[in-house]
């Protein structure tokens, strides 16, 4: 069973940036998806950046594009979410998913809901001060 491990996570002021790090335990094979959800204070878990094995890109949601993207270094099982021009709405815990069981055959099959992703990382905070 692959585990996910995200890091990267802190504070920081309105404009900054951070990136993200989720790190596989394992190689995951083609035609998977991972996701990076987010769940803010009194919110529900929005998905809001996806990617499909082997790319090193994917896409993101309309309330983040623009300002955030998703990519992939394959060598280190490692998708990460650059984040940039970070707004006080933010902040959040941030997740990174995946889909352990099904096969996508195009990067846009990728779920934006959470039901599919069956493994989870533990989280990490990401606060942002205006």
């Known amino acids: 069973q692959v585990q996910l491990v995200e890091s990267g996570g802190g504070s920081v002021q309105a404009g900054g940036s951070l990136r993200l790090s989720c790190a596989a335990s394992s190689h995951l094979p083609p035609g998977r998806c991972l996701g990076w959800f987010r769940q803010g204070p009194g919110k529900e878990r929005e998905g809001i950046a996806f990617?499909?094995?082997?790319?090193?890109?994917?896409y993101t949601t309309d309330s983040v594009k623009g300002r955030f993207t998703i990519d992939r270094d394959s060598t280190k099982n490692t998708v990460y979410l650059q984040m940039n021009s970070l707004k006080p709405e933010d902040t959040a815990m941030y997740y990174c998913?995946?889909?352990?069981?099904?096969?996508?055959?195009?990067?846009?099959?990728?779920?934006?809901?959470?039901?599919?992703?069956?493994?989870w990382g533990q989280g990490t905070q990401v606060t942002v001060s205006s």
């Open positions: 990617i499909r094995t082997p790319s090193d890109r994917g």
């Open positions: 998913a995946y889909v352990a069981d099904t096969y996508f055959r195009v990067p846009t099959a990728c779920p934006r809901g959470l039901t599919q992703y069956n493994v």
